[in-house]
Every structure is written in C-alpha cells, then in structure tokens.
C-alpha cells in the first residue's frame, strides 16, 4: 500500500491521517526564445517551457534518515547527519522547509532524475526544485499553492545564482511562455505551436553566465550611445515576437529570430562554433536559428517545420554532440504520481 499514517494533535483530539508513501512530481525546462541579454536593461525577454522535465520520486522512510540523491549528478547525502555536498544544498534548503512547515519527523528520501542537461542555460536547477517542492508538498500534505511552490522553489535558486531573474522557476512552476521584463514583471503569453519544433545543439563550449553579462554590461558603459537604439530593437522585436507567436507565424518567428541573433553578435556574445550552428541550422530548413541563454558556448535554439525538422536535426547532428527537439510545453509542475 502506498500510503502511512500520519498522527497530528490537535487542542481536543487526535487526528489520523492516510498520506501518500511515495510520490513523483515533474517540472519543464526552459528556454530563452528572444530577449537575453537585453532584460538586464529593462527589455523584455520571452521564454517557453519545455518538454524536457526534471523528476523527483520523494517517499517515506522507517528511519529518521533524510537522504537526497541525484543519478544524474552521481552524488548522495544524508542530510540529517552528515555535511551537505554543495550541489545537493539548494535542494536540502527546499527539503527541511517543507519538512517544518508539515510538522513531520520521519524518514525521507528524495531522489532526482532530469531529462534537462545542467548548466545547459534550460532552467535545470529551477525544475529540480519546482518538483521536490511540489512532490514533498504532496506527500506531507502541506497545502502549497503553486504560488507558494515557485517562491520557495525561487529561495532554492538564490543559493544556486545569488540573483536569479525568477523567470526559472516561474516557468517551471507554470508551464507554457512568459513575457518578463524588470519594468512589468511578468506576463503569460498566449502561443500556437502545432506547427513547429524547437532544436536545440551544444556548441561544446561551456559557458559563464556572469563573465559574459559583465563583459556586455561594460561594452554597454563604454558605447552607450551606439547600444541603447541595439537595446530599443530588442525590446520592440520581444513584443513582434510575442503577437507571432499568438498567430503560430513561424515564417515571422523565424525572421524576428534571426534579427535576435543578429542583435546578440552584435554586442559580442558569438563565437565561431555558434555562428557554424545557427549557419547549419538555417541551411538545412530551419526557419530561424539563434543563441540561447548567455552565449559565449552553450546552445543555440532553432525554429523548424513539424514536417520537416528531421533535416535539420540530421545536419546539426553532423557537428554537436548533443541535439535535442522539444516542443513548448504547456504544462508546468505535475504530480505524475
């Protein structure tokens, strides 16, 4: 049976309860469709969920052992009793919150597995946490909202990234595409994407988020002049992209895609591997084809027909080690089971 009992006091009784032994919550990754970069400035960026997920497979134990494990990451701490991996810290942060605020005092053990490549610039760490918070949030019947899940899942990147924009974990949490800016917060976008795929191929190269923001922001200082009508475009081109999107216009999202990517070698974040990527990609079918995320290495995101994405897939193939298809998610958090 995959259940225990849960006995909670109240001022006049005792109550029993029947919860869950085991539950399993997922939660997208993420992509930047256009905007990176230019949000640091007050521009909005747009980023979809997709369907890569990350899991978590939380359950009771009959120890008072709080394990935490990750196969993808090879790592496992008892979190109650021994020093805590710094990996594994953002994710004991989510477990002990969620273990005082029900009250419980057993055994746990959370295990995580994800579709999403870490440090990929996809959201990894924001859809771990989503889901251990959803599937603890479940299991011990503490009566989240996904309000309440993001926030705290948002309290796990800070550990992560120190500053995080939160556009992360709200897509984790909600699924779908979302408008964000520093002006307007964020805003849900309605989308149309039966009609395309999104490929996305590793230049190979690592990248360093806060070098590359910083080496931009001093260009920035240095030409602001010049940069500011780069930054304006961005800002207009965002919200094109986001009335093409509403109309499935993958002619148009390809185009404002490629402007975008224009726009991001423009203020120095290319570099030949990316360039011979978004080339390729463009060559072989794809609509648009542009840098996702910091740039610098990581991946880019290209924009292909339903009925004729596999050529695409095939010629990036040819040059990255890693291609993934995905399409824009629209469900956020789930509890699969």
């Known amino acids: 049976m995959n259940y225990f009992m849960r006995v909670i006091n109240t001022n006049s009784s005792v109550v029993i309860i029947m919860s869950k032994r085991r539950v ?3 939660a997208p990754g993420k992509v930047i469709l256009v905007g990176e970069h230019f949000v640091v400035k007050g521009e909005p960026a747009i980023a979809a969920a997709i369907t890569l997920r990350a899991r978590a497979i939380v359950s009771t134990r009959n120890d008072n052992d709080i394990i935490i494990s990750s196969e993808d990451l090879g790592i496992k701490n008892v979190i109650n009793k021994e020093p805590i ?3 594994l810290r953002p994710l004991a942060h989510v477990v002990n919150k969620l273990v005082r605020l029900s009250g419980y005092t057993g055994g746990l053990e959370v295990k995580i597995k994800s579709e999403i490549p870490p440090a990929s610039g996809m959201g990894s760490s924001a859809a771990v946490s989503v889901a251990c918070v ?3 949030n479940e299991l011990l019947d503490v009566g989240l909202g996904l309000n309440d899940i993001c926030k705290i899942a948002y309290e796990a990147e800070v550990i992560v990234h120190k500053k995080p924009s939160g556009i992360d974990n709200t897509i984790s949490t909600y ?3 979302i408008m964000f800016s520093k002006r307007s917060g964020f805003k849900r976008i309605p989308f149309d994407s039966s009609s395309f795929k999104l490929i996305l191929a590793d230049s190979g190269i690592p990248r360093n988020t806060g070098v590359m923001v910083s080496n931009v922001l001093s260009l920035y200082e240095r030409y602001p002049e010049i940069l500011q009508p780069i930054y304006r475009s961005a800002g207009i081109l965002a919200n094109e992209f ?16 490629n402007i975008n990517h224009g726009l991001l070698s423009a203020i120095g974040v290319s570099n030949k591997k990316l360039e011979e990527l978004v080339y390729i990609a463009r060559t072989s079918g794809a609509k648009g084809a542009k840098i996702t995320g ?19 897939v095939n010629s990036l193939k040819s040059i990255s080690n890693r291609v993934i298809v995905a399409d824009i998610s629209k469900e956020g958090v789930l509890i699969e089971d």
Do not use: H, K, P, T
């Not at 910091?294 to 695409?312: K, L, T």
């Open 294 to 312: 910091a740039g610098g290495g990581g991946f880019i995101v290209a924009i292909a027909d339903v009925d004729s994405y596999e050529q695409v």
């Open 24 to 26: 399993i919550a997922s």
């Open 134 to 136: 959803a599937a603890l």
């Open 175 to 177: 699924g779908g595409v």
């Open 85 to 87: 991996s710094d990996e």
């Open 242 to 257: 986001a009335r093409a999107l509403e109309r499935g216009d993958i002619v148009a999202l390809g185009e404002l895609m």
